[in-house]
């Protein structure tokens, strides 16, 4: 998805700890803000992301609205073989997207 | 927008913390904005986490566990212009193999509206026991990030921040 930045190395040696930048475009409406004559707006945010590695989960979050707009979330891993990264976010409204990164491991 | 938001600024600044209490009780004892019908939107902030509600928010992660004071990290610019966006890096001293790895990383605030900002799920693969994320932060406050290790302990830090420009509750035009 376009609305998804993710920052994976191309390449790493075995066992190396890489990290992973993630991005993904959202408003994360915390559900306290009030327009100009009063109304509470309703929060839209996103509740859950989480990573896997060739289909293993090795990172998740729980997000509040004190996550700023557009959550950047990074954390590392130590890269054990080539294969794919599979990351999905789940949030208010029926929010979802997921997004992938290929990994090769020399 | 921006006038506006100078204007709650200036609002704000010399009796910050009579006002705010005030609020809090008003909004605890009526229970709703109907009754501040006069006062202007602008000052209009939901009731914001007290100590009380941060302490039950840790205790909803850490449960009776006593809670060591030591091995966490917590990054985070100690004045902050624009509370809508603050870096922040949790890093864990850990040697992350698979008997002694950090399993999870909780972050708090103390003034928010709500006490939580973010729980991080890791394990012995995530290889450096370190996350970072962009906060927002309604007000100058305390932020306590704690850390559960693989053999149960919990160990925590706790970093005071000056906000100068708060998030989450301006209005939207």
């Given at each position: ?106 | ?59 909803n992660v850490t449960g009776a566990a006593v809670v ?7 990054d985070i610019p100690p004045l902050v212009e624009n ?20 399993k999870s990383i909780h972050v708090f605030n103390e ?63």
């Open positions: 998805m376009a609305s998804a930045l993710i920052n994976v190395p191309a390449k790493a040696k075995r066992g190396e700890i890489i990290e992973i930048k993630t991005l993904m475009s959202h408003i994360m409406e915390t559900g306290y803000r009030r327009t100009a004559t009063g109304e509470l707006i309703p929060r839209n945010i996103i509740t859950s992301f989480s990573c896997r590695y060739n289909g293993a989960e090795i990172f998740r979050a729980d997000l509040f609205p004190a996550i700023a707009a557009n959550p950047f979330i990074t954390f590392f891993t130590v890269a054990t073989e080539s294969g794919k990264f599979d990351f999905d976010w789940i949030g208010d409204n029926g929010f979802a997207e997921s997004a992938s990164a290929l990994i090769t491991v020399e | 927008m921006r006038d506006s938001l100078n204007e709650k600024a200036a609002m704000r600044e010399p009796d910050t913390s009579t006002r705010r209490e005030f609020f809090s009780q008003f909004l605890g004892l009526a229970g709703g904005t109907a009754a501040l019908g006069a006062v202007s939107v602008l000052t209009l902030r939901p009731a914001e986490a007290t100590p009380a509600m941060l302490a039950t928010a840790i205790r060591k004071t030591g091995k966490v990290r917590l509370g809508n966006t603050v870096p922040m890096t949790v890093s864990v001293t850990s040697p992350m193999t698979p008997d002694d790895y950090v003034k928010n509206p709500q006490p939580n900002i973010g729980n991080f799920y890791l394990g012995p693969r995530a290889g450096r026991g370190q996350i970072s994320t962009r906060i927002r932060l309604a007000d100058s406050q305390k932020i306590v990030a704690i850390a559960q290790l693989s053999d149960g302990s919990f160990w925590q830090t706790s970093v005071d921040v000056i906000v100068t420009l708060a998030a989450c509750t301006d209005e939207v035009i």
